[in-house]
């Protein structure tokens, strides 16, 4: 029964992510109408997403603690607003990333989010093996190639760098330090609160707190009217946006339980697979073009803990060979 459960969970994280990106990408790299318009408001989508997460972190936590419950998890406000800041703008930059770059190349650059936070942990003491610092490196390589490999558009330079690409990959390595600065700042609130934090109460102050940010922003950049007369003009656009919202809500539900019963391995092999999942979709429905060099990259990227064991196993081979024959020779 348990295996069951943990296949339904998985299977939920992949559909749900696999929906999420699907909609993102249909929401932001769709043109809309004979005149081509495209859905540029990031932080409406940033809003619209904290909302949903909220209120599905709310329920949990009053089904969990009933009328007792503590929706801060004692921690003071702002503490909260220093992570939420952050998360708020690595979700910004990351959905302006697809203005300039492709789903799939967001995607690979995005889930290089373990090299910042890994440098984030390491800031605060914490220490990695040596497979796990290769990993690192092997992800940076499999990006840098997935990039150096893209195809140039037509018409543009023999070179695949362009404006547009350094915008986007500006973007997505601004949303990678914010990714460094909240991911080990959670385990540290976590820590000061003594265990009364839990992965719903972040959920829902991370997300309440971001709702926030990007609402002000919204109002003052007058966010709200632009959506509304995009939306009256291509009410098509709302099938994707209601996809969206709801298809994140319901995978970090997936998330978390998955987490809380079978553990992070568990959760970044399901993550892991269903980023290449997206990616792969992501090609076929909307007809992006990839080399097979490309191919080769984001394989590296994906499988790059994989690869790193396989090396760092076989250097610990080598090196204990090498210590053996020396004390042989020194008997």
């Keep these: 029964m348990g295996d069951l459960w943990m296949i339904f969970l998985a299977a939920g994280v992949l559909v749900s992510f696999t929906l999420f990106g699907y909609a ?11 005149e081509g318009e495209r859905f540029v408001f990031s932080t409406f989508l940033v809003l619209l997403q904290s909302v949903g997460n909220a209120l599905v972190a709310v ?8 009328s007792k419950v503590d929706f801060t998890g004692s921690v003071a406000i702002q503490d909260w607003l220093g992570v939420a800041l952050a998360y708020f703008g690595a979700h910004e930059m990351g959905l302006m990333a697809l203005k300039y770059i492709t789903f799939p190349m967001q995607v690979v650059c995005k889930s ?33 190639s997935f990039t150096l490999f893209g195809k140039a558009k037509k018409g543009g330079s023999e070179m695949a760098f362009n404006k547009d690409l350094a915008l986007g990959l500006g973007l997505v390595f601004g949303a990678l330090v914010c990714d460094g600065y909240y991911g080990p700042i959670q385990k540290v609130i976590k820590e000061k609160a003594g265990g009364k934090v839990t992965a719903f109460h972040l959920m829902l102050n991370m997300n309440f707190w971001q709702g926030v940010f990007a609402l002000a922003m919204c109002t003052y950049e007058g ?12 009410p098509e656009v709302l099938t994707p946006l209601v996809y969206f919202s709801g298809a994140m809500a319901l995978g970090q539900v997936f998330i978390f339980q ?50 790193a064991d396989v090396v760092a196993k076989a250097m610990e081979g080598g090196a204990k060979a090498d210590k053996d024959k020396k004390d042989k020779k020194d008997k």
């Design 24 to 34: 993102q990408e249909k929401v932001t790299r769709t043109q809309f109408g004979e």
């Design 112 to 144: 290089c989010k373990a090299i910042p936070v890994m440098a984030g942990e390491m800031y605060y003491g914490e220490k990695h093996s040596f497979g796990k610092k290769l990993s690192v490196v092997f992800m940076c390589l499999g990006v840098a």
């Design 223 to 234: 966010e709200f009217a632009h959506v509304y007369h995009f939306v009256s003009k291509h």
């Design 59 to 66: 329920i949990v936590l009053y089904m969990q603690d009933g």
């Design 258 to 307: 998955l987490q809380a019963g079978y553990g992070a391995l568990t959760v970044t092999l399901t993550t892991t697979l269903r980023k290449l999942i997206s990616v792969v979709f992501s090609v076929f429905m909307f007809g992006h073009s990839m080399n097979s060099l490309q191919w080769v990259a984001v394989g590296i990227v994906f499988f790059s803990k994989n690869i």
